[in-house]
């Protein structure tokens, strides 16, 4: 008896592989993603703006880092006590405004060499909807608890979408010839919208990203909106509000990504890396004893080993731990 669908998901062309940079941005399922990646030693930079949730403002971001824009002090506003850009997440605000600046364009200066070596770009969308400036007319990727006055709130249409990406992409193509770019769709709800909007603007930002896929070569799209939706399809999946999805969701998300998007050869070589990182979390009652001992220089030699075999891996931490 079969009590659930199943999504067939066809194997990357060039799968991922550790020799592989990847550049993330977008909603905060990518952080989900990113952090997984992280994990096992991948080579990844995330979010260099922070959270966006758009594609007016990833698209915008991906320029910037192509461009190799800096900011001044002109592009901050001062909010809250803090010194903020329209174009970044509160994780770059700061009370100094010499060291907000400092923050954004340390991180804009690591996007473009990561967007100029990457292998992968993979874009996240959240919501279709996009706030701007009133007085300006000026898109925001951040509103930074402004007053509720202060913007003005449109849905982008799937044509404004799909012309904004195109730009960005074309763009992104000719900078970076050989970077493959993967498409998600955030499966967090924008529950503040309504239950009805919110899936007008998912509805909008799918039918974009397909008509992207169809229109760019090495465009690929990944259904995690989907393995959350349709086949999983349970509140038990999801965090308290409902709206978030849970542990053993985001679990089983990766699990799917491995299988699909990751090679063969790299998937045996995480579990490795995996191994490694759990004994480096562990944590001895009695680190003292001669046991303790032996269980660390076991794993000296285990990444010793792996390194030999794989030198692009960072695993200085794990070797400096075991090592003392």
């Not at 990766?254 to 004994?279: G, H, L, N, R, Y």
């Amino acid at each position: 008896m079969q009590l659930n669908l199943t999504l067939d998901i066809p194997p990357l062309p060039r799968p991922i592989t550790y020799t592989d940079n990847i550049l993330l941005i977008g909603s905060c399922f990518t952080e989900h993603m990113s952090d997984r990646l992280g994990q096992h030693k991948f080579n990844v930079l995330s979010n260099p703006n922070g959270i966006l949730f758009n594609p007016l403002s990833v698209s915008l971001s991906l320029n910037s880092y192509m461009d190799r824009k800096m900011y001044t002090e002109q592009d901050l506003f001062h909010l809250n006590e803090l010194w903020n850009s329209w174009d970044h997440h509160t994780r770059f605000s700061h009370i100094d405004r010499e060291q907000a600046l400092h923050n954004i364009n340390n991180s804009q200066l690591e996007a473009y060499y990561s967007i100029k070596q990457a292998n992968w770009v993979m874009i996240t969308l959240g919501s279709a909807y996009q706030y701007y400036l009133q007085a300006v007319q000026r898109p925001v990727a951040n509103n930074h608890r402004a007053p509720a006055q202060w913007f003005d709130k449109k849905m982008l249409t799937t044509e404004d979408i799909v012309t904004v990406l195109s730009g960005t992409l074309g763009r992104l193509f000719e900078f970076n010839p050989d970077v493959q770019v993967m498409f998600t769709i955030s499966p967090v709800r924008h529950i503040r919208d309504g239950v009805i909007n919110n899936n007008r603007s998912k509805a909008r930002l799918i039918e974009a990203v397909h008509t992207l896929c169809e229109r760019f070569r090495n465009t690929y799209y990944f259904p995690a909106y989907e393995l959350l939706i349709d086949i999983l399809r349970d509140y038990r999946f999801y965090d308290i509000d409902f709206v978030h999805p849970n542990y053993l969701a985001t679990s089983y998300v990766w699990e799917q990504f491995v299988k699909s998007c990751i090679a063969p050869d790299t998937q045996k070589v995480m579990q490795e890396v995996q191994e490694i990182a759990t004994a480096r979390a562990h944590r001895p009652r009695f680190p003292e004893t001669e046991g303790h001992a032996k269980f660390k220089a076991s794993y000296v030699q285990k990444v010793q080993d792996l390194l030999k075999r794989h030198p692009n891996l960072n695993l200085k931490e794990e070797l400096d731990y075991f090592s003392n």
